[in-house]
């Protein structure tokens, strides 16, 4: 069983592109939120009061100990159905939000999962965040694999669309699998495999660009430049899911 949990403004909006998955989605998210989610059932729905109506409320700190009770019941689901399938959830959310990041948060607690994040643009004064954002999140969970996407630009759908596609393919990998993943300091940069360690410099790397761009527009040659490694030599996820869904299917 794939449970994809789509959280956040980004994550409801991502869940959209789930219409027609054999996946089981489940959005928590504002009013506001979840009036994106075209297509998930009211059962599916999670209405939390968190958030601005306006969107773009950024407290997550402040958000987690709202949605605290409202989310208690999919947390105390997700721990059940890990524990009877052994299979672990993925949550698509985006880093520079609220809901989605508390969210995540959250459900990291109890169950290991796959972290779908789309990253803030370099502009976004939350870039300046994004590593402590991350932070935030890994140390609260007890086996997080984060899969991040970059946000070249905040009024694309693209990013949103390719969250929706990782959090299809990771959801449902086995829990040994995320488990040893997350011990062994696994990432992902889209489709590229990497380390936590290397990820975070790159988020570092948003927060120096975006105080650049707030201050001025920064220079070629001071943007960052990512080397990946990885465990398996580099390139496309290696896990033996053999799913042969593709989304192009439904897009």
Do not use: Q, W
């Not at 592109?17 to 939120?33: C, K, M, N, P, R």
């Not at 059940?80 to 459900?107: C, N």
Request: aromatic share 6%.
């Amino acid at each position: 069983m794939k449970v994809v949990v789509c959280a956040g403004g980004c994550g409801c909006r991502a869940s959209r592109f789930l219409a027609g998955t054999d996946a089981e989605v489940v959005v928590v998210g504002s009013e506001l939120d979840v009036g994106y989610a075209e297509g998930v059932p009211g059962e599916k729905r999670i209405v939390v009061n968190a958030g601005d109506p306006r969107g773009g409320f950024r407290d997550y700190r402040t958000t987690l100990r709202r949605i605290k009770s409202d989310v208690r019941p999919l947390v105390k689901k997700l721990v059940e159905g890990f524990d009877e399938t052994g299979r672990a959830p993925a949550v698509v959310f985006g880093l520079g939000g609220a809901v989605g990041l508390a969210t995540a948060a959250l459900i990291a607690e109890r169950v290991p999962l796959v972290a779908v994040m789309v990253l803030p643009s370099h502009g976004e004064p939350c870039a300046r965040e994004a590593r402590e954002r991350f932070d935030f999140l890994m140390d609260r969970g007890r086996a997080v694999v984060p899969v991040a996407v970059r946000n070249m630009d905040p009024d694309s759908v693209e990013p949103v669309r390719v969250a929706a596609e990782f959090g299809f393919e990771f959801a449902g990998s086995r829990a040994d699998k995320v488990a040893n993943d997350a011990g062994n300091g696994v990432a992902y940069l889209e489709n590229r495999v990497t380390t936590v360690s290397e990820l975070r410099s790159y988020l570092d790397s948003l927060m120096t660009e975006s105080a650049s761009l707030i201050g001025g527009v920064a220079d070629d040659d001071e943007r960052f430049e990512l080397t990946f490694s990885s465990t398996n030599g580099g390139g496309e996820r290696k896990d033996g899911n053999d799913d042969s869904f593709r989304f192009t299917d439904i897009i």
